[in-house]
T-cell receptor, first 116, second 109 residues
Framework: DTAVSQTPKYLVTQMGNDKSIKCEQNLGHDTMYWYKQDSKKFLKIMFSYNNKELIINETVPNRFSPKSPDKAHLNLHINSLELGDSAVYFC???????????????FGAGTRLSVL | GQNIDQPTEMTATEGAIVQINCTYQTSGFNGLFWYQQHAGEAPTFLSYNVLDGLEEKGRFSSFLSRSKGYSYLLLKELLMKDSASYLCAVRDSNYQLIWGAGTKLIIKP
């Protein structure tokens, strides 16, 4: 069974549309993340959720909104898509231990978003 | 500000050894990670260092010097399948992971 799964794998859409990407993890982790990786391959954190609370929200446009119905799911909604949103979006999860645990992050396979 | 530096690209020969360096300046330190990312795939965990010294795991080893803000990933007996990007990431005092831009490693026969 896939540990972190995200759908769809490919998403091609027009500017101005609204789309969602889903992510699920079956590892029992308590923190989930969304990353954006652009054409230069730089991995940029967008959001993370810990026990249903947003704990990181970088300088991401408010067109992007994470939704977590439970700790195994963290979906990403994007409104009014723009050309610059074209990138690969990765979901990840970890079991964080603020007293010194490794907190290794496990990544989904990625969603390749192309905005035309 | 917080900064992670690693070379953009390196080239090595199959069967040889390569060392990928990473220097960091972060607000606090709670561990350093190395991830491998093959083209078109997700990053996968390679190693974790939180104390100074060398961690060895098969053909891969990772070294950390906290006083110097420095780490390296050493890959031995290189295989063609080791061609990938290698990402250095540091966990800061808030337990947030700060990522480097990655080093693209090209292995030649």
């Amino acid at each position: 069974d896939t540990a972190v799964s995200q759908t769809p794998k490919y998403l091609v859409t027009q500017m101005g549309n609204d789309k969602s990407i889903k992510c699920e993890q079956n590892l029992g982790h308590d923190t989930m993340y969304w990353y954006k990786q652009d054409s230069k391959k730089f991995l940029k954190i967008m959001f993370s959720y810990n026990n249903k609370e947003l704990i990181i929200n970088e300088t991401v446009p408010n067109r992007f909104s994470p939704k977590s119905p439970d700790k195994a799911h963290l979906n990403l909604h994007i409104n009014s898509l723009e050309l610059g949103d074209s990138a690969v979006y990765f979901c990840a999860s970890s079991q964080d231990d603020s007293s010194g645990g490794a907190g290794i992050q496990y990544f989904g396979a990625g969603t390749r978003l192309s905005v035309l | 500000g917080q900064n992670i530096d690693q070379p953009t690209e390196m080239t090595a020969t199959e069967g040889a050894i390569v060392q990928i360096n990473c220097t960091y300046q972060t607000s606090g330190f709670n561990g350093l990670f190395w991830y491998q990312q093959h083209a078109g795939e997700a990053p996968t965990f390679l190693s974790y260092n939180v104390l100074d010294g060398l961690e060895e795991k098969g053909r891969f080893s990772s070294f950390l010097s906290r006083s110097k803000g420095y780490s390296y990933l050493l890959l031995k007996e290189l295989l063609m399948k080791d061609s990938a990007s290698y990402l250095c990431a540091v966990r800061d005092s808030n337990y947030q992971l700060i990522w480097g831009a990655g080093t693209k490693l090209i292995i030649k026969p």
